[in-house]
Structures are given as structure tokens and as C-alpha cells.
């Protein structure tokens, strides 16, 4: 006998999405958890970085309103309150994941768990056994050693900072280092980004790339390719960052966003036959489970598309094949997501150059234009839509937009893809006017055709 049918290692979102619907099929479910109840989205990911987000729009807003007849100045902005604001929503949101566990009858024992053996898992110097162990201890910041490199932070405390950095130095080229980019920017401090490559958002398609580096230029961000910090110090004002290029900057702080790694240390792998990937994931087959018969994994530890929703259809799927009789498994194809920088990104399908090698001949379409709103406010910003079609099929295989509510319109547009709408059915549907949404069912003439 087992003391659980199921020991998840981790309360992030897949680990308490599994758990939780394991318990709903009866299983006897434990979740350890030695942070946060929530994982890296609720605390020190997507909610905390959308609130502040919306803080960072508020600047741009105010300045926008005058053209539309409302007199008055920028208000000051006070970082301690977006802050601490934030802090107590965190902490309902911790409570509201706890209760989740609590209603599903699942144990939640707190603290490092460890692996003993195939089915032994310790948490503080207490054993328990389990017929299942999923590791869902998802994914970890990384910053790379170099002098200096104790000065720099990486995204989990750049949230609860105790000051407003003035001047921010942001190194990374991928969502996160973007995001921040744009948060911190909207926030009034003077932002550079340092990306060793020559263009940003590499794994994105290349006109939404270029787009980007455009629109976030002219928003102030000082962003400077192919450059990367050689050290950093503490100067009379701040820190010294001198660049691989020569340069030394003055700042504030030195956010780090170059990558994250699986979350492994202290887990205890070494007692049990689990592969790892030369990139340092867990490696699982289709159905989540490792070179271990019982031991499972999933998430951002397995180092597929790191995405909360797509971890929590991994949770989904490995609790109804394990727990509840159902042949289900995460479909990875045509997966919408976002970033959150200003103006947003959001993109589902493939890019370009992936459609071309997997389609061959295609039909692109694209429109640029300035958004309706800022015809009035006069602000400098384009929005950027792009449509991939399979000219055998005339299936739309890639979306792709830069503008206002990017994000929102791009949920919709993955319900239509993921039922194989072509290019005929875009054209057939009638768009909703004035929007910039329409646009995508009114783009009638190719731009590149193979």
C-alpha cells in the first residue's frame, strides 16, 4: 500500500491542475511546495507582469487624452503602491490556490520535496510513498557568471524592488526582456536593452521582429543589438555596465532576462533513472512519463512551449490518461500567445520561413496602419497585421499582429485556425466596424506569393 496513488512535486500551474483533476477522479493526491502557492505565473510571471503592464499604459493614456479634449497634466507616479498593491493580490491569488487543493481533498505538504527512489518522495525528513511522482517544478532564472554578475537581478525580484530604478539596463532578447522593456519604460525610466544578436524575439517571424524593433525604438527604449555586457560595478552613482562594444552606461539596476532553466536543484534525480536533456530539461515522451515507469513530468521543466496554458492542458491531459480513463493528449500545433510589450504581439500558427519549409508554395498578406485612436492623440505608432496561407490548401497556417489589444484579437483568431479556416472563410466573414480586428477578414491583396 501507498500512502498517495499521486505526489506532485510543485503548486505551479500544471502541478495544481494535475493534482486537482487526479483528486477529481478519485486518486489520493499530495502537492508539495517549498515558495509559492501559484508558481512562477501568479507570483513572479504573467499576473504580476500584466498589472504592471496596465500601470505602464496608464502613462502613455494620460498624455493621449489631451487630443480628445481632457486638459490636465501627467499625474506623478508612485511605485511603492503599484508594488504593494500587487503584493496583497498575489496573496489572495496564493489563498485561492490553496483552497482549490483544499476543495479536490488533495494534500498540500509544504516544503523541498526530495526523490528517494521510484516511488519515495521526503519533505523535511518525512517519507512518503506514492504510486506516481510528477515533477512539475517548472522553470528558474539563470544568470550567467561574468564580473560583476552577483549586481545583477533577474525577473523574480525586479517586481518587489525597494526603489524605482530611474535607469533600467535590460540584457535578453525574449518575451520577458521585452515585456520589462516596455513596463518600465511606460513607467518613466530611461530603458536600454542589450541583445547579443541582431535582432530581438528570435523563434518569431521576422516581419513582426522588424516591426517591433521599429515601434519599441520609437517609444524611447534605447535598444542596442549585437552587444552584451563584459562587467559590471559599482560606480559614484550607480552601476557601470561596460558593453562588449566598448561603451560603459550608468544605472540604476541590471535586469537579467537571458534565459531560464529547469527548476532541478536539490530534487534528487540522482536516485532514480531520469534522463536529462543536453539543455538541462527533464526528458518525458507523449505521455508525459520519464525513463522512470513512475515518475512523470511536465510543464516548463520539460522545456517544450514554456506557456501557463499549455502546462495546464499538459496537467489536464496526464490526470484523465493516468487517473481517469481517457485517451487524451495536448495537441501542440496552432498555439496561440502573446507578448505584452507596448504595443502587444500576438501570433498563433507559423512564421513565415516554418510554413514555407513545411507547406511550400504560400500567400502572405499584410497590412500597416496607424490606429484609429491615435489619428487623434497623435501619437507615432503603426499596427502591423500579417496573414501565412497554404496556397494547395488555402488554409491559414500563420498569424501574426503587432497593435493595440494584439493579444485578445489573437484568442479568436486560434479557434478559427484550429478549425482549419482558409483564406476563403476570412474573406466570407463579415468584420465588426470600426475595429482593428476587421482587418484581418478584409485583406484582399497578396503581398508575397510564391
Known amino acids: 500500500m501507498q500512502d498517495y496513488d499521486l505526489f506532485v512535486i510543485g ?35 504573467c499576473v504580476p507582469k500584466k498589472l504592471y503592464v496596465y500601470a505602464a499604459e496608464f502613462g502613455k493614456a494620460f498624455k493621449d487624452a489631451r487630443n480628445f479634449g481632457w486638459d490636465g497634466g ?24 490553496e483552497n482549490v487543493l483544499a476543495g479536490a481533498k488533495a494534500d498540500v505538504i509544504k516544503g523541498r520535496a526530495t526523490i528517494v527512489d ?114 559590471i560595478a559599482v560606480g559614484r552613482d550607480g552601476l557601470q555596465v561596460l558593453l562588449t562594444d566598448g561603451a560603459i552606461i550608468e544605472v540604476d539596476a541590471v535586469l537579467y532576462a537571458t534565459g531560464r532553466k529547469a ?18 530539461n527533464i526528458v518525458v515522451d507523449t505521455d508525459y512519463c520519464t525513463s522512470e515507469p513512475s515518475i512523470f513530468a511536465l510543464g516548463d521543466v520539460v522545456g517544450r512551449m514554456e506557456l501557463t496554458p499549455v502546462a495546464l492542458a499538459e496537467g489536464m491531459a496526464f490526470a484523465r490518461r493516468q487517473f481517469g480513463g481517457r485517451d487524451d493528449r495536448v495537441d501542440y500545433e496552432f498555439i496561440p500567445t502573446a507578448v505584452f510589450c507596448q504595443p502587444n504581439i500576438g501570433t498563433v500558427g507559423y512564421t513565415e520561413d516554418e510554413a514555407r519549409a513545411k507547406f511550400g508554395r504560400l ?22 497585421m500579417k496573414l501565412i496561407v497554404d496556397r494547395t490548401s488555402d488554409r491559414v ?53 510564391d
Open 74 to 97: 501627467t499625474p506623478a507616479f508612485d511605485w511603492a503602491t503599484l508594488r504593494d498593491n500587487k503584493k496583497a493580490e498575489i496573496s489572495r491569488l496564493n489563498v485561492v490556490y
Open 118 to 231: 521510484a516511488h519515495t518522495v521526503a519533505v523535511g525528513g518525512q517519507h512518503y510513498t506514492a504510486g506516481k511522482i510528477l515533477i512539475a517544478t517548472g522553470g528558474w532564472p539563470h544568470i550567467p557568471e561574468f564580473p560583476g554578475s552577483d549586481l545583477a537581478i533577474s525577473s523574480n525580484e525586479v517586481f518587489d524592488l525597494a526603489q524605482f530604478p530611474r535607469r533600467l539596463a535590460i540584457v535578453g532578447g525574449g518575451y520577458i526582456s521585452v515585456e520589462f522593456a516596455g513596463i518600465f519604460n511606460g513607467l518613466g525610466a530611461k530603458v536600454t536593452q542589450l541583445y547579443r544578436g541582431p535582432l530581438f524575439l528570435r523563434g518569431f517571424d521576422a516581419d513582426i521582429r522588424a516591426h517591433a524593433a521599429q515601434e519599441i525604438s520609437k517609444s524611447g527604449v534605447d535598444l542596442r543589438f549585437e552587444v552584451n555586457v563584459q562587467s
Open 263 to 280: 527548476n532541478l536543484e536539490g530534487l534528487g534525480l540522482e536516485n532514480v533513472n531520469v534522463e536529462i536533456s543536453d539543455a538541462g
Open 363 to 384: 500567400r502572405v498578406f499584410k497590412s500597416t496602419f496607424r490606429p484609429m485612436k491615435h489619428t487623434l492623440s497623435g501619437r507615432d505608432e503603426k499596427t502591423f
Open 397 to 449: 497556417v500563420g498569424v501574426h499582429m503587432m497593435g493595440p489589444d494584439a493579444g485578445e484579437i489573437m484568442q479568436g483568431i486560434a479557434i478559427a485556425m484550429r478549425a482549419g479556416a482558409t483564406k476563403a472563410v476570412f474573406d466570407s466573414t463579415i468584420g465588426i466596424h470600426p475595429t482593428a480586428a476587421e482587418e484581418f477578414v478584409t485583406m484582399r491583396d497578396v503581398w508575397r506569393e
Open 11 to 45: 503548486a505551479g500551474s500544471g502541478g495544481v491542475r494535475a493534482a486537482r483533476m487526479a483528486a477529481g477522479f478519485g486518486a489520493k493526491v499530495a502537492v508539495a511546495e517549498d515558495r509559492y502557492m501559484g508558481g512562477t505565473c501568479v507570483n513572479v510571471g
